[in-house]
């Protein structure tokens, strides 16, 4: 079965960019979205498609692809971005879904 | 408000049966496929289980094949997950969420868009 892979850890320091990648076979078909989780929480939905952001989610969060590449981009990092991200998408057979293995994200 | 409950999680022995129910509310439940996602403690998250939602298309993944069973009641808003021959390894906080689909003009692309707050199931003797 497909797998999405992310970096397990990246740290970013307040007000700067980041990028949190994810890689699979399965993203030269499907697009990827992309989840936050902060601890004891359920994930939230953050990017979907192309870059469209669910209401709420502020404009520093962006998404991008390129081959089999997703990405999550965040331009300003604030202390409350702190949490796990989570990238998903549809198998290679599309008949079933995977989820990326998850970034920690730690706000300097 | 739109919004998914979850119910039905508690401990369990190995080798046991469980069944977890999720609700839902403030939606049209009976147009959108329905998904269980699992997070073991301290771990990423797992999909398990969909269906679609005329119940016509159902599919789970590997880990839990055989063992689980995905279903809905769309006169009820409910999706259930039915856990049979239950490991250790099945412990998990259990995530009903909501799989939507847009599909603007030559794209198509689903996401998760609602999840309820999860139920914790261990299995442990």
């Known amino acids: 079965s497909s797998q999405l892979t992310q970096d397990p850890a990246v740290s970013v320091a307040l007000g700067q960019t980041v990028r949190i990648t994810c890689q699979g076979d399965?993203?030269?078909?499907?697009?990827a979205s992309w989840y936050q989780q902060k601890p004891g929480q359920a994930p939230i939905l953050v990017i979907y498609?192309?870059?469209s952001r669910p209401s709420g989610i502020p404009d520093r969060f962006s998404g991008s692809a390129s081959g089999n590449t997703a990405s999550l981009t965040i331009t300003g990092a604030q202390a409350e971005d702190e949490a796990d991200y989570y990238c998903d998408s549809r198998d290679s057979s599309g008949h079933t879904w995977v989820f990326g293995g998850g970034t920690k994200l730690t706000v300097l | 408000e739109v919004q998914l409950v979850e119910s039905g999680g508690g401990l369990v022995k190995p080798g046991g049966s469980l069944r977890l129910s999720c609700v839902a509310s403030?939606?049209?439940?009976?147009?959108?496929?329905m998904h269980w996602v699992r997070q073991a403690p301290g771990k990423g998250l797992e999909w398990i289980s969909s269906?679609?939602?005329?119940?016509?298309?159902?599919y789970h993944s590997e880990s839990v094949r055989g063992r689980f069973t995905i279903s809905r009641d769309n006169a009820k808003n409910s999706v259930y997950l039915q856990m049979n021959s239950l490991r250790v390894e099945d412990t998990a906080v259990y995530y009903c969420?909501?799989?939507?689909?847009?599909?603007?003009?030559?794209?198509?692309?689903?996401?998760?868009?609602?999840w309820g707050q999860g139920t914790l199931v261990t299995v442990s003797s």
């Open positions: 498609g192309k870059n």
């Open positions: 399965s993203l030269r078909s499907y697009f």
């Open positions: 269906i679609s939602s005329t119940s016509s298309h159902i």
């Open positions: 403030g939606f049209t439940f009976s147009t959108f496929s």
């Open positions: 969420a909501r799989r939507n689909v847009l599909a603007p003009v030559g794209i198509r692309f689903d996401f998760y868009d609602l």
